[in-house]
Nanobody, 124 residues
Framework: QVQLVESGGRLVQAGGSLRLSCAAS????????MGWFRQAPGKEREFVAA????????YYADSVKGRSTISRDNAKNTVYLQMNSLNPDDTAVYYC?????????????????WGQGTQVTVSS
């Protein structure tokens, strides 16, 4: 069992940066691939980024590639999403997710565990 708690969401001006964190409970955190998703009002949940259990492989949606970095610290049971050059299209609730199969995160938008989400609002 893994419980996920996101933090770091806030109101930020366009062009700004922020770092989201996702703290996980459970001894098996390091076994899971981790991902970030987002959902804007009236839109489907969208894959943002994922990272393998070791941190050795990372994956990004085209919409955030080049301006976002996903990372993890298995000693702290935490995964991060650094986002730069934010624009209003990045406004959404951001969710952290865990799954043993990174392919499910990337291609099926499915996960064994989900957090409750943290709101990111980018003002123009």
């Amino acid at each position: 069992q893994v419980q996920l708690v996101e933090s770091g969401g806030r109101l930020v001006q366009a062009g700004g940066s922020l770092r989201l964190s996702c703290a996980a409970s459970g001894r098996t955190f390091s076994s899971y691939a981790m991902g970030w998703f987002r959902q804007a009002p009236g839109k489907e949940r969208e894959f943002v980024a994922a990272i393998s259990w070791s941190g050795g492989r990372t994956y990004y949606a085209d919409s955030v590639k080049g301006r976002s970095t996903i990372s993890r610290d298995n000693a702290k049971n935490t995964v991060y999403l650094q986002m730069n050059s934010l624009n209003p299209d990045d406004t959404a609730v951001y969710y952290c997710a865990a799954d043993l199969n990174p392919g499910r995160l990337r291609f099926q938008r499915l996960a064994d565990y989900w957090g409750q989400g943290t709101q990111v609002t980018v003002s123009s």
